[in-house]
């Protein structure tokens, strides 16, 4: 399967401040990729599906404008939470859509805003 | 709408001991279905899936699956559990008409005893 990595694992900012985080597929090409939130003791819930050279399509309920995605290669996502407020630190996963219906996750990026 | 259930929130069994943790789907297309396991703090980790033909499937770390078409279910077993094996663990279902996304079981919490 993909190796996927993301950066950074671990982010703590300040609220009102935006953060990047990077969801690279390593060795395999990365047409659609998909970026999940996990509330301590939850499931994952999914936010968008990010395609590459095209605008991600964003689940009900998620605000776009709050939760950019930015696909602009084969090998590299990016979810840009803006204006970040207490209420977004979560866990944020991505993954990679592989072979016929899996994916591949990355290890996760854990936000806390103060 | 898909959905998984995952009846058990917590397991806990003494080590040594065999596991079944429960899953079941709701849909009437062709599923395929996965198990994945989370640390505290870590990405998911498939243990395994199941696409087509043989209905018992196998895994990594010993586990193995056995999807029921009548049951609609595709529980998650182990014949003699680890104390590494305590985690969160996750059932998912995707289908060929959603695009690929998965939709993801509340997840069952393994507690494993000395």
């Known amino acids: 399967g993909a190796v996927v990595s993301q950066h950074p694992s671990r982010v703590i900012c300040k609220s009102g401040t935006s953060v990047k985080i990077e969801c690279r597929s390593l060795d395999f090409q990365a047409t659609t990729m998909f970026w999940y939130r996990q509330f301590p003791k939850k499931s994952l819930m999914l936010m968008a599906t990010s395609n590459e050279g095209s605008k991600a399509t964003y689940e009900q309920g998620v605000e776009k404008d709050k939760f950019l995605i930015n696909h602009a290669s084969l090998t590299l996502s990016t979810l840009t939470v803006t204006s970040a407020h207490p209420e977004d630190s979560s866990f944020y996963i991505c993954?990679?859509?592989?072979?016929?219906?899996?994916?591949?996750f990355g290890p996760g990026t854990r936000l806390t805003v103060l | 709408a898909q959905s998984v259930t995952q009846p058990d929130i917590h397991i806990t069994v003494s080590e040594g001991a065999s596991l079944e943790l429960r899953c079941n789907y709701s849909y009437g297309a062709t599923p395929y279905l996965f198990w994945y396991v989370q640390s505290p703090g870590q990405g998911l980790q498939l243990l395994l899936k199941?696409?087509?033909?043989?209905?018992l499937v196998q895994g990594i770390k010993g586990f193995e699956a056995e999807f029921k078409r009548s049951q609609s279910s595709f529980n998650l077993r182990k014949p003699s559990v680890h104390w590494s094996d305590a985690a969160e663990y996750f059932c998912a279902v995707t289908y060929n008409t959603n695009a690929g996304k998965s939709t993801f079981g509340d997840g069952t919490t393994l507690t494993v005893k000395p």
């Open positions: 199941y696409f087509s033909g043989d209905t």
């Open positions: 993954s990679v859509a592989g072979g016929p219906n899996e994916q591949f």
